[in-house]
């Protein structure tokens, strides 16, 4: 019997040990599970930072080139009227020299009768 007792509390410790065991491997496994959950939630929101990242960046890309596209307009808007300006007073220029030219050469006929009228007039002064 005594032999039987001995059996009986080695199998007894065996047991409590290897269930001992189990729950410890299970609680590893949790832990093990734990941390790759852990581990895959981290490169989860790594992955969706970057992306919105990427996202905002991509936003402000496109902002950007909303701007320069805006600025390049009005800078193409700006070289059509300073054309177009030039032109006018390119234009008005060559009205004002025009009429001046017309001006000057009536005056300059003008003279040219009075000098005309003096050399009429003086021969008979004397």
């Not at 220029?93 to 025009?98: G, N, T, Y």
Request: a positive charge.
């Amino acid at each position: 019997g005594e032999s039987r007792m001995q059996q009986s509390r080695d199998w007894l410790v065996d047991y409590v040990a290897k269930r001992e065991g189990d729950r410890k491997s299970r609680r590893e496994e949790n832990q093990s599970m734990q941390q790759l959950k852990s581990y895959l939630e981290d490169t989860s929101n790594a992955n969706n930072k970057i992306a919105r990242d990427y996202g905002s960046m991509m936003t402000d890309t496109s902002k950007l080139d909303n701007i320069i596209k805006q600025q390049q307009e009005t800078m193409r808007k700006l070289e059509k009227k300073l054309r177009h300006t030039t032109k006018q007073r390119e234009r008005r220029a060559a009205q004002l020299r025009d009429s001046y030219e017309m001006e000057a050469d009536r005056i300059a006929g003008e003279i040219s009768r009075q000098r005309d009228l003096r050399h009429a007039i003086t021969p008979r002064l004397y």
